[in-house]
Nanobody
Framework: EVQLVESGGGVVQTGGSLRLSCAASGFTFDDYHLGWFRQAPGQKREGVSCISGGDGSTNYLYSVKGRFTISIDSAKNTVYLQMNSLRPEDTAVYFC?????????????????YGQGTQVTVSS
């Protein structure tokens, strides 16, 4: 059974940093894509970043490029999202996600599994 448990959210001032963690179990990282999504109040869920389980290639939402970094620690079965230079518009519930790669290195796909989410609030 695939399980994803996020942690690391909190309240931070504009310009601050947070690192989100997602402890994953029930699958092999090499065979899955991993991603981070977010949903602000009254907004649709949007993809923030993803990383390919095949070749480690990454993709980012345009508004977070250069500020956020996704990474994997396979030994710990954990995926991270380092968030720097945070802005009030980054405020949202952040979700970790996973999906079988199907042999493709393109990670912006429909994700099958999501965690419960962790709240990130950036105060101005």
């Amino acid at each position: 059974e695939v399980q994803l448990v996020e942690s690391g959210g909190g309240v931070v001032q504009t310009g601050g940093s947070l690192r989100l963690s997602c402890a994953a179990s029930g699958f092999t990282f090499d065979d899955y894509h991993l991603g981070w999504f977010r949903q602000a109040p009254g907004q649709k869920r949007e993809g923030v970043s993803c990383i390919s389980g095949g070749d480690g290639s990454t993709n980012y939402l345009y508004s977070v490029k250069g500020r956020f970094t996704i990474s994997i620690d396979s030994a710990k079965n954990t995926v991270y999202l380092q968030m720097n230079s945070l802005r009030p518009e980054d405020t949202a519930v952040y979700f970790c996600a996973a999906a079988p790669s199907g042999g493709s290195n393109w990670c912006w796909i429909e994700f099958d599994y999501y965690g419960q989410g962790t709240q990130v609030t950036v105060s101005s």
